[in-house]
């Protein structure tokens, strides 16, 4: 086979791919379940582990406290009363004096996850038969807990999460992220989740249980874990329980986030991902047809059937990457659509090498090495032949 002929296969099976997930998407998003509301409701405890600032903070915080629920209580958790988000999330509770609301501030970091050791903290507080736990840029309508509590219903279920749609783009950066998300990320989640059948939790919003959450040993084995939610399924399902993806969709806000931010938060991820996928890990690298376009352009020697298939095959990408945005809460034009999907292949496509190679990451100020399902160590900290030479240093003289 030529070199045009291998690059077009790639792309072929891009496309294909790509479509098979946006399917698996679109599915997931028409299959409601329609469990009856519990009567009497749980009681359900949001717990908020929050950390600096988030794009449109006050307005993501306050929509929960604007659930239309029976019986909720909302527990933030900070690792310092100085933290900004600390007056934010007060001034907000000040505002709804009917709803219970409860602030833990506990700086302990006994795990290298400073959100697990938050949500750890706050946990000790809640008094939920659930726990909600979600993020400080998540946003959702007053009806969430009404539609995603049914699907506890089932007792076999001890944990559901949920997709979610990028909004509020305030930048450039933003803007690439927010197709990355939305039009990558997302329907491979429902992917693994409706055609491999692997438990996908997403942790910008996770439902679980009060006896699933004992069943497993609370947070405590998670917390040297970057990637505590997908784990969190992990474990759950280990100790009897299914962990679902619910087909109702939550909202995060994109803001106004810089290159150096997006490109490091994703370059974690993509480590994440690595770590936790193995050899399923090089799926990824059909996730930009970019390179591929380029790759069989320039080795057509500019034959006519290549350049018609490639074209061809372009055309396929981008219908479906419009059915993946469709529907959304913000439309995406077309116009947009051509001129930014360049960019963010381009960055899809450094992503995939960025996390096969990645071993360290920076995150909330600590630099750390990713082990195996993704065992966080401290950069300093010797590991392997490192580690056994400062065990045996530690052996004192006789």
């Known amino acids: 086979m030529t070199a045009a002929g291998v690059f077009l296969a790639a792309l ?10 946006v399917a698996a998407l679109r599915r997931h998003r028409r299959r409601a379940r329609r469990s009856p509301f519990p ?17 449109e903070l006050e307005e993501n915080v306050a929509s929960f406290f604007r659930l239309d629920y029976p019986s909720f209580e909302i527990v933030f958790s900070f690792a310092s009363a100085e933290d900004p988000a600390f007056c934010v999330a007060r ?3 000040d505002r709804y004096p009917l709803v219970p609301t409860v602030f833990v501030v506990d700086g302990r970091e006994p795990g290298r996850n400073a959100k697990v050791n938050r949500l750890a903290a706050a946990l000790r507080r809640a008094r939920g038969t659930l726990f909600l736990f979600s993020d400080g840029d998540v946003r959702v309508r007053p009806d969430f807990l009404r539609r995603v509590v049914p699907e506890m219903a089932d007792p076999s279920v ?22 990355y998300l939305d039009g990558i990320l997302r329907p491979a989640t429902a992917a693994i989740a409706g055609v491999l059948r692997m438990p996908c939790v997403v942790g ?6 009060r006896a699933a959450l004992i069943a497993i040993g609370g947070m405590q084995p998670l917390r040297d874990h970057l990637a505590e939610d997908f784990l969190l399924g992990k474990l759950a399902e280990k100790a009897g329980y299914r962990a679902v993806l619910s087909s109702e969709e939550i909202r995060t806000v994109a803001g106004a986030r ?9 370059r974690r ?40 298939a490639v074209l061809g095959l372009g055309l396929a990408r981008l219908g479906t990457e419009a059915l993946a945005l469709a529907n959304g809460p913000e439309r995406v034009g077309l116009g947009r659509l051509l001129v930014l999907l360049p960019f963010r292949d381009l960055g899809a496509a450094a992503l995939f090498w960025a996390g096969l190679f990645g071993r360290r990451t920076r995150w909330r100020g600590r630099r750390l090495r990713v082990g195996k399902e993704t065992l966080l160590r401290d950069e300093k900290e010797p590991t392997g032949k490192g580690r056994r030479a400062a065990a045996l240093a530690a052996i004192p003289a006789r």
Do not use: N
């Not at 072929?12 to 997930?21: D, K, T, W």
């Not at 910008?204 to 249980?209: D, H, R, T």
């Open 158 to 179: 001890g944990l559901v999460s949920c997709l979610f749609r990028s909004i509020r783009a305030a930048s450039l950066a933003s803007r690439l992220e927010s197709l």
């Open 39 to 55: 009567d009497p409701a749980p009681m359900v405890s949001v717990v908020k582990p929050l950390c600096g600032l988030d794009a």
């Open 12 to 21: 072929g099976l891009s496309v294909v791919l790509h479509a098979v997930a």
């Open 204 to 209: 910008k919003s996770i439902l679980i249980s």
């Open 258 to 266: 810089t290159i150096s931010a997006v490109w490091q938060r994703h």
């Open 91 to 93: 001034r907000i509770a």
């Open 269 to 308: 991820w993509a480590i994440l991902r690595k770590r936790l996928g193995g050899v399923s890990y090089l799926s990824e690298l059909f996730s930009s047809p970019l390179p591929f376009v380029i790759g069989a352009a320039a080795t057509s020697g500019g034959d006519p059937r290549i350049v018609a």
